[in-house]
Nanobody, 113 residues
Framework: VHLVESGGGLVQPGGSLRLSCAAS????????MTWYRQPPGKERELVAR????????TYANSVKGRFTISRDNARNMVYLQMNSLKAEDTAKYSC???????WGQGTQVTVSS
């Protein structure tokens, strides 16, 4: 199993970023996928999760209405569109195969003026 995140970077408050997670080595369309984040000095937290067919999603309260998780099973990709970013969204974002211990290496998102 291989998960590679991309799309992180430095963005001003109020800005947007789109994170991508490229998956390989397993039957992607059979698994839910989750985005987590770990802010500096804090515990890792769930950001958003999507069902295997993209038919359901769930979000942390802190990102509801600002972030959107989606997936493309034809391309083995999962995305996280992040809008109206805040300083408190600064973290390392990682994707995870639901109910497994498969993780990507993460991508850093820094929201700062």
């Amino acid at each position: 199993v291989h998960l590679v995140e991309s799309g992180g970077g430095l963005v001003q408050p109020g800005g947007s970023l789109r994170l991508s997670c490229a998956a390989s080595g397993f039957t992607f369309s059979s698994y839910g996928m989750t985005w987590y984040r770990q802010p500096p000095g804090k515990e890792r937290e769930l950001v958003a999760r999507i069902g295997s067919l993209g038919d359901w999603t769930t979000y942390a309260n802190s990102v509801k209405g600002r972030f959107t998780i989606s997936r493309d099973n034809a391309r083995n990709m999962v995305y996280l569109q992040m809008n109206s970013l805040k300083a408190e969204d600064t973290a390392k974002y990682s994707c995870n195969v639901f109910q497994t211990n498969y993780w990507g290496q993460g991508t850093q998102v820094t929201v700062s003026s």
